[in-house]
């Protein structure tokens, strides 16, 4: 069980989802299976979101099922027996002794039974909630088991009558984060942090993307956090215009800018940072010109993450400072608000000024209730990254902004009173940053 995370704040989140499902309703929730990689070796295993979220549960092959008011146990647990053998060569297994003493089952059986009694704990219950579409096999299986009760009708035997999506009522809960998600959300970020200075720091013209990339990885793993939210970008000189750019093997040149998109996570929880930096440690005039653009983007957005605001809001104030900033540097020309009309901003920044963010790097939640923008509400937590990028082969503008991007990205909660900065501890100031690699080059 994950350790930042309580048993008891488990308990209250699988409260929380029965409390809100529909009279004589059955829950049915898998876990991740492993994936083979290649011959006799699997991907490293990372356990689904939702199924983690409801048991903290950390192993494959395994399904939970809630049955809110059954007398004999709401929440059952499925899973892989204790085998010495297996074990021996696989790692320890809970068993269903473990799931109800360590993760808080009321009743546990072996996964290898479920084909027997789990119809049983679906017959007599009028509504499944389930997840339909993520997985073709379990799908099949789900439908199985009502058809085996559906077999029985003229023996007596009730079949659901109705299939709710789950994800809806889910992600709802996973939305609004507790006060201990925002703990390792902002351990999370504290580390991504650390692990972005070390990448400043290290930086020379002549080291390889990838060198950049080991940096941050050694910061993470050593922090406890053992692997990347997500695909780090690594991107220098032109690359940094190639929004998920991954290959992270091109060499940094002398003049280039390097935007390194990272993030840790721990305890399934991600963090997400994007900082744009100097390879020499000096901002060219048009760097800077542009980064500025950018920063003051970013800061303004912020501002505007607060409570009553729509989750639009953000994102709008970007558009009208960056539209502005080039215009002014004349990247673009024309009437600011008419540039916006036609999107005419989108050929340097054309992606959104944020996602919600959680167990997910692109964390789960509707950006919209009955088709307007949601508002923001405390416990939410989004990211803030405005960027400009100006394609190497962008022949509208003069070749000296030409294979120039930049991002800047933090993680950002929605607080009663306004918002607070979860990523704070990495610099983002031009002059910080020059200043930042000027010392980690003198004492190098």
Not at 77 to 105: I, K, Q, S, V
Not at 112 to 126: C, V
Not at 347 to 357: D, I, K, S
Request: aromatic share 8%; net charge negative.
């Amino acid at each position: 069980m994950s350790n930042r995370i309580s048993k008891q704040e488990f308990a209250r989140r699988r409260r929380d989802l029965m409390a809100q499902m529909e009279p004589d309703s059955i829950a049915i929730v898998p876990s991740a299976c492993e994936v083979k990689r290649n011959r006799d070796t699997e991907y490293p295993f990372r356990q689904d979101s939702d199924f983690f979220y409801l048991t903290g549960f950390p192993e494959p092959d395994a399904v939970l099922v809630l049955l809110p008011g059954r007398a004999h146990g709401e929440v059952v647990l499925f899973c892989r027996e204790r085998d010495p053998t297996m074990e021996l060569w696989n790692g320890y297994r809970a068993g269903p002794e473990g799931a109800c003493e360590r993760y808080g089952a009321d009743d546990a059986f072996p996964i290898s039974d479920i084909d027997d009694i789990l119809p049983g704990l679906i017959e007599g219950r009028e509504r499944v909630y389930y997840s339909m579409g993520r997985n073709a096999e379990f799908d099949r299986r789900v439908m199985q088991w009502v058809n085996t009760i559906r077999a029985k009708v003229r023996a007596g035997a009730h079949p659901p009558g109705e299939f709710l999506d789950l994800d809806h009522v889910l992600h709802d809960l996973r939305l609004f984060k507790s006060a201990g998600e925002l703990r390792v959300m902002r351990e999370a970020g504290e580390i991504t942090a650390r692990a972005h200075v070390r990448a400043m720091q290290a930086c020379r013209p002549g080291l390889y993307e990838y060198q950049l990339e080991a940096e941050l990885i050694h910061e993470f793993m050593r922090s406890g956090a053992r692997t990347p939210a997500y695909n780090s970008i690594v991107g220098a000189g032109d690359n940094a215009c190639i929004l998920h750019y991954t290959e992270n093997d091109a060499q940094i040149r002398d003049g280039d800018l390097v935007l390194i998109d990272a993030g840790c996570e721990l305890d399934h929880y991600a963090a997400d940072i994007t900082r744009t930096f100097p390879a020499n440690g000096r901002f060219s005039a048009e760097q800077r010109a542009l980064y500025e653009v950018v920063l003051a983007a970013q800061l303004a957005a912020i501002e505007a993450v607060r409570p009553g605001n729509h989750w639009n809001q953000p994102h709008d104030v970007t558009v009208q400072v960056i539209t502005q900033g080039l215009v002014d540097l004349g990247l673009l020309d024309g009437e600011v608000n008419e540039l916006i009309e036609t999107e005419a901003y989108r050929a340097f920044y054309m992606h959104r000024a944020g996602h919600w963010l959680g167990m997910d790097v692109h964390d789960v939640g509707d950006y919209k209730v009955g088709g307007v923008w949601r508002e923001l509400e405390p416990g939410m937590v989004m990211t803030v990254e405005p960027g400009i990028y100006v394609s190497p082969h962008e022949t509208s503008v003069a070749r000296k902004w030409r294979g120039i991007g930049i991002r800047i990205e933090d993680d950002v909660a929605v607080t009663r009173t306004g918002c607070e900065i979860l990523t704070g501890g990495v610099p983002k100031q031009p002059d910080e940053i020059e200043r930042l690699m000027r010392e980690a080059q003198k004492s190098a």
